[in-house]
Structure formats: structure tokens, C-alpha cells
């Protein structure tokens, strides 16, 4: 049994991903007395299986690209090869040393990690089923147990050579073709890393358009330039059935454009999102409050039981690592006495495509929706003098306000390094900036930030540069 004096504060922690090692850590700095319990790896999905390894892929899919383009910039490269072997021998060490680095955190906040499966038996006790079964106890309780990819109702789904995101990055040979399921974040990115590598893809995407939670025109223009790169693309259709061909291919086939049609791989990759995973940790015999899977809290991410808090992926909402670590924090300061609220109006969306998308507040049509009156201006990397000079001109960046005061609405940016980008635009929305005060930042120059700048300039129809 875990636990020290009983005046001081213990806080156990369910899951070790980016939600549940910050609120272990947040805990501890404020001086509790903290378990954390992981039936897997620290560092959860972000590190293991997420995050870390897609982008040290995307990495290596970026280089491989722009030496391909070395021409443009006056060099000759002759000769050059993909070594897919080394390059997932890259992404496991950068997760290995990530991990290592999870650990030496945990030992330097004095933090316990117990390795197994918890059950909550009440809101003071845990049960861990690991190598052998204990009980760790504690006044408060953080349920930081993430998400597991979701998967969809369609025969042919369970069978071989069918694959999740999890099993793409454990691949230890590239595929000559590869048919994604689902247009979103995750298949995007999967689909240009392995278009990139020389692998022929196709996506499939249910919905009008990539990217459905995103701006229209920044999905549009994404589209444009990953067809651009030899990227298949079907929007508006739907997987009904997927097959085993005679030379051992997969078969799917879909509806679209009132017709069917049958796109073929050596792989199909299923990539319609995450769920909640919340499975045997006892929380419907705890009277814990569940909608369609993911755990209800309030805005102080408490649950309806005293004592037990949720975070991240089991609450459901954007899925999003620094989202977790945010609401980690927030838990962590409650169930430690202090009163702390969630605010979610200025969490940051980003996706490691080329060019990059990333933004912040509301849509254009969410703006619509919630205002009488807005103004939206756009600005084009192509006459950014920053984007020239590194050869990516590639897409604009959008800003949104509110008509009568100015408000900023919503930063969207798709382009080069959209995702440094965007850390201007969420200072900005939290702290209720208005465009004005944007536009009459001085930006450094030649800089590709010059173009968030100027879009704000051209909300008043001021914008210098074009």
C-alpha cells in the first residue's frame, strides 16, 4: 500500500501520456504526494505511438523530398536513396531517448510509477493488476488513460494487411501502394510521408472536404497541393466494403459520385480517429457519467464523482497533446486545492503536412454562425519575401475579427511552418487581442510571420505587400 502521512495531499494518476505525466508532475510541485499508474510505456500514445514517431517520419519524408529539389537552389545531388531501415531506427531512438526522458522526470519530482492496469474500487483506492496485484491509495484520483484508434462498421475491415495507425509506424518495409481510409489530421499525414517515400496513395474521406473540423479554404488549398504531389483524393465517399484480390492486394470499394469504384494497395490503412478508452477501470460502478464514450467533466475537470478528475483523451473533445497537458495542469491545481478553470478558447490545431496547417478560434463559418457581422482578409506566401528565399510559396494565412470592436475571431494558417507560426495568434486570442493590435506589431523582416501581419492589415483593406 502507497501513501505517507495522512495530513499530506496523495494524488494517483491513471495513465502515463503528455496529460497524465504533466498532472503528476503539476501534483507534485504542489506538493502532494503522487502515484502514477501506466499498464503500457510513459509517455503514452504522444510519444510511443503519436506524436514522436509521425513526425520523426515526416522528417525524414521532408529531406528526402527537398533534396530531390536541391536543383532549384543551385546544388547538384546525384546518387541519393531512401534507407527506410535507418530512418525507423532514427524514430525509435528519438521515443527511446523522449521516453528515458518521461522517466528521469518522474524520479526528479519524486513522482512513484507503478506498473499495470488500474480499477478504481472507490475514490480513495486503486487496484493495479501488473506483474503481481496491489493497491495504491490516495485523496484524489486523475483518470489520464487516452484514446485507441477507432475503427468502422464495414466488412472486410478486420482482415489481413488491414491497418491502423499504430501498425503503420511499425512497418518494417514500405508498401508500393497504400489506400487510406479517412481524410483527416492522422491520414493526411500518413499520406504524404508515404507518398513522399515513393509509395503510391489514395484517401478516402467520408465528409464534403479534408479536414472537416478546419476552415474550408485552408482544406482546399491542402488538397490542392497534396494532389499536386501525386496524392488521390475522394471526398464525399464512402468505404462499403473492403477485399482480398487474387495477387494477395486489398480491395476497396467505394461509393462515390453516385457510382462505385474500387481503389487497390498493397495495404489499406484505417484512419478515422480516436476514441476514449476508459475500458475496466470500474467507473459505471462508480456512478462516473459517460457521453457516446468519453468521460463528462466541468470546467474544473472534475467528474460527477468527488475526488475523481478526467483529462485528455478520455474526455473526449480536441484530441491534442498540449491540449491534455493543459487540462493535466488544471486537474492537478484542484484536486491540490487551488480553483482552477479550463479554457479552451485558444488551443492551438496543428497537422505536419507540407505545407503545414495550424490555427486557432473559430472558423470563418463558426464566426459566421456566432457573430452578426465579421471581416476575414487573406495574405499569400507567394508574396512573402521569407517563403521565396526557402522555396515554399505554397498557401496564405487567414485572420478572422469581429466587425465592431475588431476582436480576433480566428488565425488560420496553412504554409510553411505554420506550426511555429501560430504561437502569436494564441498569445493573441487569450489575451483578447484585437486586430489593430496585430497588425501593428512589428514584425521582423524577411520573416514568414511578416504574413500573419499583413492579413490582419487587410481585415481594414491595408495590407503593404500585395
Same mark, same amino acid.
Given at each position: 500500500?502507497?501513501?505517507?502521512?495522512e495530513?499530506?495531499n496523495?494524488v494517483?494518476?491513471?495513465g502515463g501520456?503528455?496529460?497524465?505525466?504533466?498532472?503528476?508532475i503539476?501534483a507534485?510541485?504542489?506538493?502532494a504526494?503522487?502515484?502514477?499508474?501506466?499498464?503500457?510505456k510513459?509517455g503514452?500514445?504522444c510519444?510511443?505511438?503519436g506524436c514522436?514517431?509521425?513526425?520523426?517520419?515526416?522528417?525524414?519524408?521532408?529531406l528526402f523530398?527537398?533534396i530531390?529539389r536541391a536543383k532549384e537552389?543551385g546544388?547538384?545531388?546525384?546518387?541519393?536513396?531512401?534507407?527506410f531501415?535507418?530512418a525507423?531506427?532514427?524514430?525509435?531512438?528519438i521515443?527511446d531517448?523522449?521516453?528515458d526522458?518521461?522517466?528521469y522526470?518522474m524520479?526528479?519530482?519524486?513522482i512513484?510509477?507503478?506498473?499495470g492496469a488500474?480499477?478504481i474500487?472507490?475514490?480513495?483506492r486503486?487496484?493495479?493488476?501488473?506483474?503481481?496485484e496491489t493497491e495504491v491509495?490516495g485523496?484524489n484520483?486523475?483518470?489520464?488513460?487516452?484514446?485507441?484508434?477507432?475503427?468502422?462498421?464495414?466488412e472486410?475491415?478486420?482482415g489481413?494487411n488491414?491497418?491502423n495507425?499504430?501498425d503503420?509506424?511499425e512497418?518494417?518495409?514500405?508498401?508500393k501502394?497504400l489506400?487510406i481510409?479517412?481524410?483527416?489530421v492522422?491520414?493526411?499525414e500518413?499520406a504524404?510521408?508515404f507518398?513522399r517515400?515513393?509509395v503510391a496513395?489514395?484517401?478516402?474521406e467520408?465528409?464534403?472536404?479534408?479536414?472537416?473540423?478546419?476552415?474550408?479554404d &485552408?482544406?482546399k488549398?491542402?488538397?490542392?497541393s497534396?494532389k499536386?504531389?501525386?496524392?488521390?483524393i475522394?471526398t464525399?465517399a464512402?468505404?462499403?466494403r473492403?477485399r482480398?484480390a487474387?495477387?494477395g492486394?486489398?480491395?476497396v470499394i467505394?461509393?462515390?459520385?453516385?457510382?462505385?469504384m474500387?481503389? #487497390?494497395?498493397?495495404?489499406a490503412?484505417?484512419?478515422?480517429?480516436r476514441r476514449?478508452?476508459?475500458?475496466q477501470l470500474?467507473l459505471e =460502478?462508480?456512478?462516473?457519467a459517460?457521453d457516446?464514450? #468519453? &468521460?463528462?467533466?466541468?470546467e474544473y475537470?472534475?467528474?460527477?464523482?468527488?475526488?475523481?478528475?478526467?483529462?485528455?483523451?478520455?474526455v473526449g473533445?480536441?484530441m491534442?497533446?498540449?491540449?491534455?497537458?493543459?487540462?493535466?495542469?488544471?486537474?492537478a491545481?484542484n484536486?491540490?486545492?487551488m480553483?482552477?478553470?479550463?479554457?479552451y478558447?485558444?488551443?492551438?490545431? =496543428?497537422?505536419?503536412?507540407s505545407?503545414?496547417?495550424?490555427?486557432?478560434?473559430l472558423?470563418e463559418?463558426?464566426?459566421r454562425?456566432?457573430?452578426?457581422?465579421?471581416k476575414?482578409a487573406t495574405?499569400p506566401f507567394?508574396?512573402n519575401?521569407k517563403?521565396?528565399i526557402?522555396g515554399?510559396?505554397?498557401g496564405?494565412?487567414?485572420v &478572422?475579427?469581429?466587425?465592431?470592436?475588431?476582436?480576433?475571431?480566428?488565425?488560420?494558417?496553412v504554409g510553411?511552418h505554420?506550426?511555429?507560426m501560430i504561437?502569436?495568434?494564441?498569445?493573441?486570442l487569450?489575451l483578447?487581442?484585437t486586430q489593430?493590435e496585430?497588425?501593428e506589431?512589428?514584425?521582423?523582416?524577411p520573416?514568414?510571420?511578416?504574413?500573419?501581419?499583413?492579413a490582419?492589415?487587410?481585415l481594414?483593406g491595408r495590407?503593404l505587400?500585395?
Amino acid at each position: 500500500m502507497f501513501g505517507n502521512n495522512e495530513n499530506q495531499n496523495r494524488v494517483v494518476v491513471i495513465g502515463g501520456g503528455p496529460g497524465g505525466y504533466v498532472a503528476a508532475i503539476e501534483a507534485a510541485q504542489q506538493g502532494a504526494d503522487v502515484t502514477l499508474i501506466e499498464k503500457d510505456k510513459l509517455g503514452g500514445t504522444c510519444v510511443n505511438r503519436g506524436c514522436i514517431p509521425t513526425k520523426a517520419l515526416v522528417q525524414t519524408a521532408q529531406l528526402f523530398n527537398d533534396i530531390g529539389r536541391a536543383k532549384e537552389f543551385g546544388i547538384t545531388v546525384e546518387g541519393f536513396s531512401l534507407n527506410f531501415d535507418e530512418a525507423s531506427k532514427r524514430k525509435r531512438k528519438i521515443v527511446d531517448q523522449l521516453r528515458d526522458g518521461v522517466q528521469y522526470l518522474m524520479r526528479k519530482n519524486k513522482i512513484k510509477v507503478v506498473e499495470g492496469a488500474a480499477t478504481i474500487i472507490n475514490g480513495g483506492r486503486v487496484k493495479v493488476s501488473g506483474k503481481e496485484e496491489t493497491e495504491v491509495s490516495g485523496n484524489n484520483i486523475i483518470i489520464a488513460t487516452g484514446s485507441v484508434p477507432s475503427s468502422l462498421p464495414v466488412e472486410g475491415i478486420d482482415g489481413s494487411n488491414v491497418i491502423n495507425s499504430d501498425d503503420a509506424l511499425e512497418m518494417d518495409s514500405l508498401p508500393k501502394s497504400l489506400v487510406i481510409i479517412g481524410g483527416g489530421v492522422i491520414g493526411l499525414e500518413f499520406a504524404q510521408i508515404f507518398r513522399r517515400l515513393n509509395v503510391a496513395v489514395s484517401v478516402v474521406e467520408m465528409m464534403p472536404q479534408i479536414l472537416p473540423a478546419e476552415d474550408s479554404d &485552408i482544406a482546399k488549398q491542402l488538397e490542392k497541393s497534396l494532389k499536386r504531389e501525386g496524392v488521390d483524393i475522394y471526398t464525399s465517399a464512402a468505404v462499403t466494403r473492403i477485399r482480398s484480390a487474387p495477387d494477395g492486394t486489398k480491395e476497396v470499394i467505394v461509393a462515390w459520385n453516385n457510382a462505385t469504384m474500387t481503389l #487497390r494497395g498493397d495495404k489499406a490503412l484505417v484512419s478515422v480517429g480516436r476514441r476514449p478508452f476508459t475500458d475496466q477501470l470500474g467507473l459505471e =460502478c462508480l456512478g462516473v457519467a459517460f457521453d457516446k464514450g #468519453r &468521460i463528462l467533466v466541468n470546467e474544473y475537470m472534475e467528474t460527477n464523482v468527488k475526488n475523481i478528475y478526467a483529462i485528455g483523451d478520455a474526455v473526449g473533445g480536441i484530441m491534442l497533446a498540449h491540449k491534455a497537458m493543459a487540462e493535466g495542469k488544471c486537474a492537478a491545481r484542484n484536486a491540490s486545492g487551488m480553483k482552477t478553470r479550463m479554457d479552451y478558447k485558444a488551443v492551438p490545431r =496543428c497537422i505536419w503536412t507540407s505545407p503545414e496547417v495550424a490555427a486557432v478560434g473559430l472558423t470563418e463559418g463558426e464566426a459566421r454562425k456566432r457573430y452578426e457581422t465579421i471581416k476575414t482578409a487573406t495574405f499569400p506566401f507567394s508574396a512573402n519575401g521569407k517563403a521565396k528565399i526557402i522555396g515554399e510559396t505554397q498557401g496564405f494565412v487567414k485572420v &478572422i475579427s469581429e466587425s465592431s470592436h475588431g476582436e480576433l475571431l480566428g488565425v488560420h494558417i496553412v504554409g510553411p511552418h505554420a506550426t511555429e507560426m501560430i504561437a502569436e495568434s494564441v498569445l493573441g486570442l487569450t489575451l483578447e487581442a484585437t486586430q489593430a493590435e496585430l497588425s501593428e506589431t512589428i514584425h521582423a523582416h524577411p520573416t514568414l510571420s511578416e504574413a500573419v501581419m499583413e492579413a490582419s492589415l487587410g481585415l481594414d483593406g491595408r495590407s503593404l505587400h500585395i
